[in-house]
């Protein structure tokens, strides 16, 4: 049972360097998610998408980009690397909505900008 | 913007004792979701509550859902060493996305 899968678990970028965080989910779930997590904060909602094809901006969209060609994958691109850009990002899925549906989460990619 | 804060932040317990962890905010959720999240893993999803005054037990965890649907509580009996974890709480705003809270990170010693 895969569920939510990230990679790579940790990566160190310098400044302005460019890379893509992947994600992949094999529950066939119609939603997915990218977070980033600061240390001691919650989640922050980077970008989601509701289905193939369909991407939104969340709460902290800037510097990031997203694409959802397929149902099971969700990447993350970051395109000029900044310091404050150093945390930990989760991808999670979803069946549906967020009301009574659960997201699972991967394990997270854990990001250094240098 | 909608924000849950989380209390206390941090909470350091020994084994067997009880403890409640709050989340607090101004704005309303249709439903909020409790996750647990232990070091280099994810959050899991522990539980979720919809009705105001709503209560839903989990073995030794209590969870309440408030009756304005703002605020929430977990609170846990006897708790032990395999309770500790970062606890997260996350309300689910009226565009149907989360909005978690700060955390609260509890270590029990045993």
């Known amino acids: 049972n895969a569920g939510v899968t990230q990679t790579p678990k940790f990566r160190i970028l310098k400044i302005g360097q460019s890379m893509t965080l992947q994600c992949t989910q094999d529950?066939?779930?119609?939603?997915m998610y990218w977070y980033r997590q600061d240390p001691g904060m919650g989640l922050k909602l980077i970008y989601y998408?509701?289905?193939?094809?369909?991407?939104d901006k969340g709460e902290v969209p800037n510097g990031y980009n997203v694409s959802r060609s397929t149902t099971e994958d969700f990447p993350l691109r970051l395109e000029l690397a900044a310091p404050s850009q150093t945390s930990v990002y989760f991808c999670?899925?979803?069946?549906?909505?967020?009301?009574?549906?659960?997201?699972?989460f991967g394990d997270g990619t854990r990001l250094s900008i240098l | 913007t909608q924000l849950l804060e989380q209390s206390p932040q941090f909470l350091s317990i020994q084994e067997g004792e009880n403890l409640t962890v709050y989340c607090n905010s101004s704005?309303?959720?249709?439903?909020l979701q409790w996750y647990r999240q232990e070091p280099g893993e994810g959050p899991v999803l522990l539980v979720t509550?919809?009705?105001?005054?709503e209560v839903k037990k989990l073995k030794r965890l209590t969870f309440q859902f408030g009756d304005a649907r703002k605020d929430s509580s977990l609170h846990i009996t006897a708790a032990q060493p395999g309770d500790t974890g970062l606890y997260l709480c996350?309300?689910?705003?009226?565009?149907?996305?989360?909005?978690f809270g700060t955390g609260t990170r509890l270590q029990v010693f045993p």
């Open positions: 999670a899925s979803s069946y549906s909505g967020s009301n009574n549906q659960p997201q699972h």
């Open positions: 529950m066939n779930h119609n939603y």
């Open positions: 998408s509701v289905g193939a094809g369909i991407t």
């Open positions: 704005s309303v959720f249709s439903s």
């Open positions: 509550v919809v009705t105001g005054g």
């Open positions: 996350a309300g689910v705003d009226n565009t149907d996305k989360l909005i």
